[in-house]
């Protein structure tokens, strides 16, 4: 089994952080459009510093994650199968076949619980 790390609060705080950046540029840009509207301005950009509030935010989510994140599980096939047994594998309903080539061969067969 692997060993459970504890909890990144640093990295958490640091998701919050960077998702009221997010709300926050969110908003002001939704402020700068109204604002833009009323007074019937013709801007083609946002402002320098919703923008950089915004790269900022998306750079912090980034962080946070990389920091809350657990370590990598292997993925090769002979880890898994160490951790099974040969009866495990076999028992497995994905083996079961019940639409085969059977019926279609041995359709003349007369049973003896038929006759």
Do not use: W
Request: charged share 20%; with cysteine; proline share 3%.
């Amino acid at each position: 089994m692997a060993v459970q790390q504890a909890p990144n609060h640093f990295g958490r705080l640091v998701c919050l952080v960077a998702f009221f950046l997010f709300f926050h540029s969110g908003y002001s840009t939704f402020e700068h459009l109204s604002y833009l509207k009323a007074i019937d301005g013709h801007e083609s950009g946002l402002p320098l510093d919703i923008t950089i509030e915004l790269l900022t935010s998306v750079a912090l989510f980034g962080l946070g994650i990389v920091l809350v994140a657990d370590d990598f599980k292997e993925i090769l096939m002979e880890t898994e199968m160490a951790k099974q047994s040969i009866e495990s594998l076999d028992a497995r309903p994905s083996f079961y076949s019940f639409n085969h080539r059977g019926r279609a061969v041995f359709k003349n067969v007369i049973l003896k619980d038929e006759l």
